[in-house]
Every structure is written in structure tokens, then in C-alpha cells.
């Protein structure tokens, strides 16, 4: 990630909704959302953090990777989140890190 950031794409959040008929909203990542972005991943359970990340993770760890995942430059390294409520509590994310100029990696939950 280079240390230019681009401008926030604000107009490609849009509202989705579920099949159970409630929405969420999809927009891009921002620095903001990193204790929000922290909160869900702690809220999933064992089974689910071992097959995101790949390895039982420590709090610390969720803390770094947080972090990490809402440091975006919306180029190279983009995530995308699902958000519901007034307060934006965040129900979905996605990561996209490209690792060469023509070799892209995907983190879905």
C-alpha cells in the first residue's frame, strides 16, 4: 500500500436487501470503522475466526487486523462493509489486497 490515499468512493455504497426483507448497506471501508470493524469480528465465534484467518486468533490479533483492514488506499487495498442501524453496526466484510500488479488475493468471510 502506498502512502497516498485516494478519495473516499462514496458513491458506490448502495442499500441491499436480504431476502429476509431487512437491508444493509454496502460501502467501502473507511478509517472510522475500525472499532466497529473490531466488534464483529469478535462477535464470531471460534469456528468462524479459524476459517477466516486460518488460526484461533487472539484479541490482539483481531485488534491488528482491524486496524490493518480499515487502512485502505481504495486502489490496491480495498474492503467493503455491510452495515445496519443508526449506528452503522457492521454485519459484513470483505477484503481485497492485491499482492502484485497482476496477482490480486480475496479474504471473504
Known amino acids: 500500500?502506498?502512502?497516498?490515499?485516494?478519495a473516499y468512493p462514496a458513491h458506490l455504497a448502495t442499500d441491499v436487501i436480504l431476502r429476509d426483507g431487512s437491508t444493509v448497506r454496502?460501502?467501502?471501508?473507511?478509517?472510522?470503522?475500525?472499532l466497529r470493524l473490531l466488534a464483529f469480528l469478535r462477535m464470531l465465534s471460534e469456528q468462524s475466526r479459524v476459517l477466516r484467518f486460518f488460526s484461533p486468533t487472539s484479541d490482539t490479533a483481531l485488534g491488528q487486523m482491524a486496524r490493518r483492514e480499515t487502512q485502505v488506499d481504495y486502489t490496491r487495498h480495498y474492503g467493503l462493509v455491510a452495515t445496519r442501524g443508526a449506528d452503522d453496526e457492521i454485519v459484513g466484510h470483505a477484503l481485497y489486497a492485491a499482492i502484485t500488479e497482476d496477482k490480486p488475493r480475496l479474504h471473504l468471510p
Open 1 to 6: 500500500m502506498g502512502d497516498e490515499q485516494a
Open 26 to 34: 454496502v460501502r467501502p471501508v473507511r478509517p472510522d470503522d475500525e
